[in-house]
């Protein structure tokens, strides 16, 4: 499972599992424990995880939410310090931590809030998705060092 496989449905709580398309729209299941299924017609506003991105400052406009994601993971694993119900104060402070060049003015308290369930959600029913890329790293860390050996030898 990747990023482009979990939905927001807007005015539906929580995250989505892409089952599969229908010529109407899309089958969908919830994440979390409960897998309650779920019909998307073509009229509702589905927004899949792959596609979202948080506004910045930055001359790319934007830094795509799997990447806020990692970030996140790697600075601080399973204890983030904030809840969706923390302080608008604390949770600008987060996100300013975490991404120090984000648009103030385009990123809003409900935005922030949404990253952090959703963070949550992913953490607990797909960690596979914020953790592989350490182990990624790991990979392709471990065949430079044997490249750099062997020109060592010669």
Do not use: C
């Not at 089952?19 to 019909?39: A, C, F, H, N, Y």
């Not at 400052?57 to 119900?85: C, H, I, R, W």
């Not at 949770?91 to 809003?108: C, G, N, Q, S």
């Amino acid at each position: 499972m990747d990023f482009s496989e979990i939905a927001s449905v807007a005015g539906k709580g929580g995250l989505f599992k892409v089952v599969k398309p229908t010529r109407t729209g899309v089958i969908l299941e919830s994440l979390d424990e409960s897998k309650q299924k779920l019909i998307a017609g073509a009229t509702q506003r589905i927004s899949v995880l792959s596609d979202i991105s948080i506004y910045t400052t930055t001359q790319e406009g934007s830094v795509p939410l799997a990447d806020v994601f990692k970030k996140m993971y790697a600075e601080f694993n399973d204890d983030l310090g904030v809840t969706p119900t923390s302080d608008s104060d604390e949770l600008k402070a987060f996100i300013k931590h975490i991404i120090p060049e984000y648009d103030e003015t385009r990123v809003y308290v409900s935005d922030i809030k949404k990253v952090i369930n959703w963070y949550q959600s992913v953490l607990a029913n797909v960690p596979e998705l914020i953790k592989e890329e350490k182990k990624e790293e790991k990979k392709k860390a471990a065949p430079k060092a044997k490249a750099a050996k062997k020109s060592d030898d010669k």
